[in-house]
C-alpha cells in the first residue's frame, strides 16, 4: 500500500474498528501525521493565530488514528483494546510500539481475512 492510498484508507474508514489494517497503512498514516505536525507547528511560530488550526487538526485525525491502531492490533491477532496497555507508564508504550512493528498474521484470523498473501 502506498502513501497517498494509506491516506485515503485511513480517512476512508474513519470510524471502522473492525477489520485489519497493515503495517504500511499504519506506519504511512502516522509519517503522515508527523508531516502536518511539523508544517502546522512552524506555522504557528510564524502566525501564532494558527495554533487554533493545529486543535482542529488534532481533533480531526483523533477518531481516524484511533481506529487505525485498533485495526492495526487486529491485523496482529490481538484484540484492539491492547492500545489501552500503552497507558501503562514507561513499558506500555514500548509493547505497543513493538507490536506495530510486527508483521502480520498471514492466516485468516477472527478479526478479517489476510491482506498480506
Given at each position: 500500500m502506498g502513501f497517498t492510498e494509506a491516506i485515503s484508507s485511513a480517512f476512508r474508514q474513519y470510524v471502522n474498528f473492525s477489520g485489519r489494517a497493515r503495517r504500511s497503512e499504519?506506519?504511512?498514516f502516522y509519517l503522515f501525521n508527523v508531516?502536518?505536525?511539523?508544517?502546522?507547528?512552524?506555522?504557528?511560530?510564524?502566525v501564532p493565530a494558527f495554533a487554533i488550526v493545529g486543535g482542529i487538526y488534532s481533533l480531526a485525525v483523533m477518531l481516524p488514528s484511533?481506529?487505525?491502531?485498533?485495526?492495526?492490533m487486529h491485523?496482529?491477532?490481538?484484540?484492539?483494546?491492547?492500545?489501552?496497555?500503552?497507558?501503562?507508564?514507561l513499558v506500555g508504550w514500548i509493547?505497543?510500539?513493538?507490536w506495530y512493528c510486527k508483521d502480520s498474521e498471514y492466516a485468516e484470523n477472527k478479526y478479517g481475512p489476510a491482506l498480506k498473501r
Open positions: 499504519f506506519w504511512y508531516i502536518m505536525s511539523v508544517i502546522i507547528n512552524i506555522l504557528t511560530f510564524v484511533l481506529a487505525l491502531a485498533w485495526r492495526r491485523d496482529i491477532g490481538r484484540s484492539g483494546a491492547w492500545n489501552l496497555i500503552s497507558l501503562v507508564p509493547l505497543v510500539l513493538v
